[in-house]
């Protein structure tokens, strides 16, 4: 008897990234913000999808951009891709945009609006089969503007997906 598979989705849950009132990027040490770092190890999922919006505080510069880009570990959270650091803090891009891996990039063309990312499949904009033990985002706010100051108004989360034989 031939077994089907398919998706099994777990629970929404928040990533931890503090975004209020983040500046716009001038350099690599302003603009951007790390999430914790999520620990995979014990939900075991073989992908998760990210979904999020974030707000600037004025008119955004048009054409401009938010950016995210995804780190993880390979050795369980002793070192992370990007210089990331696992921690929900301020993030000093170690060279440049065009070394980090897995950019998503979302064009900003309304003004005080939250821009909405559709759902992002990790291992897919990082080119992985599965899911690490540990991993996270960096947001890049490349607006023109500050990030609005209210924390509701960036907000990121996931949904685990695996598959399952039915």
Do not use: E
């Not at 077994?3 to 716009?24: D, E, M, Q, V, W």
């Not at 913000?33 to 999020?52: C, E, K, P, W």
């Not at 938010?66 to 929900?88: E, M, P, Q, R």
């Not at 063309?109 to 899911?131: K, M, W």
């Amino acid at each position: 008897m031939a077994t089907t598979f398919k998706p099994s989705y777990g629970t929404n849950t928040a990533i931890t990234i503090t975004l209020t009132s983040l500046a716009n990027s001038t350099s690599l040490s302003l603009g951007y913000r790390q999430s914790a770092a999520v620990d995979n190890s014990t939900n075991l999922f073989g992908d998760v999808h990210i979904y999020g919006h974030a707000q600037s505080n004025a008119a955004p510069t048009a054409n401009n951009t938010y950016t995210i880009f995804l780190y993880w570990s390979n050795d369980g959270g002793t070192t992370y891709t990007n210089g990331a650091s696992g921690s929900d803090a301020t993030y000093t891009q170690p060279d440049s945009d065009a070394n980090m891996v897995a950019r998503v990039d979302s064009v900003l063309t309304a003004v005080n609006q939250a821009f909405n990312f559709p759902g992002i499949s990790f291992c897919r904009a990082a080119g992985l089969l599965f899911l690490p033990q540990k991993w996270g985002i960096i947001f890049k706010n490349g607006s023109g503007q500050a990030l609005d100051g209210t924390a509701g108004h960036h907000v990121f989360s996931y949904q685990g997906v695996n598959l399952q034989g039915v």
